[in-house]
C-alpha cells in the first residue's frame, strides 16, 4: 500500500471507533494524510425525517440528529484538523461510496460497535470489510479487550 493521502474514519462513538480515529490521527501525523471523520445516522424504519422530535419543540428528528452528531463530532475532532461530517443512510452502504467517490486511499473503524461482538467484527464492520473499495483497517480498543487487535482487509 503506498502511503495514503485521503482517510476516512467511520465512527459510532464507540471505544474501538475511537481508536480508529487516534490511529488515524497518529498516521496522518507521520504522512500528511487528510483525515475525514464520518458517523452515518440511520433513521427508524418507516419513521419520516421530517417527523417531529418529542420534546425537541418543533425540530424535525433528522434536524435533532443532525445537530446532535456533529456536536459529537466537533467533541471528538476537538483541534486535530481531522474534517467531521455527519451521512444520513445505511451505514456500511454510506461508507462504501464515500470511500469510493471521494476516492479515500484507507478506512478505519472499529472492529465492534455498539452491538459488542464478542469476537471477530461487529456487522457493519463485515459488510464494509466485504465489498471496501481501498484497505480497510479495523482496531479494537484497549478498554474493550485484553489486548489491541487489528485486522487489515484489502
Not at 59 to 83: I, N, T
Not at 109 to 132: I, K, N, Q, Y
Request: aromatic share 4%.
Amino acid at each position: 500500500m503506498t502511503r495514503p493521502r485521503r482517510i476516512l474514519v467511520a465512527t459510532d462513538f464507540s471505544p474501538d471507533a475511537r481508536a480508529a480515529y487516534e490511529s488515524a490521527l497518529s498516521l496522518s501525523g507521520r504522512t500528511g494524510a487528510q483525515v475525514d471523520v464520518v458517523y452515518v445516522w440511520q433513521p427508524p424504519q418507516g419513521v419520516p425525517l421530517t417527523t417531529q422530535a418529542p420534546r425537541a419543540g418543533s425540530r424535525a428528528l433528522s434536524d435533532l440528529a443532525r445537530s446532535e452528531a456533529m456536536r459529537g463530532l466537533r467533541h471528538l475532532v476537538g483541534g486535530s484538523g481531522a474534517h467531521p461530517r455527519m451521512e444520513i443512510g445505511v451505514p456500511h452502504e454510506v461508507l462504501v461510496t464515500l470511500a469510493a467517490s471521494e476516492r479515500f486511499d484507507l478506512l478505519l473503524m472499529g472492529a465492534t460497535g455498539h452491538g459488542r461482538e464478542p469476537r471477530g467484527v461487529g456487522s457493519v464492520t463485515r459488510r464494509v470489510l466485504d465489498v471496501a473499495p481501498c484497505p480497510v483497517l479495523t482496531l479494537r480498543s484497549t478498554t474493550t479487550s485484553p489486548r489491541a487487535e487489528a485486522g487489515v482487509a484489502s
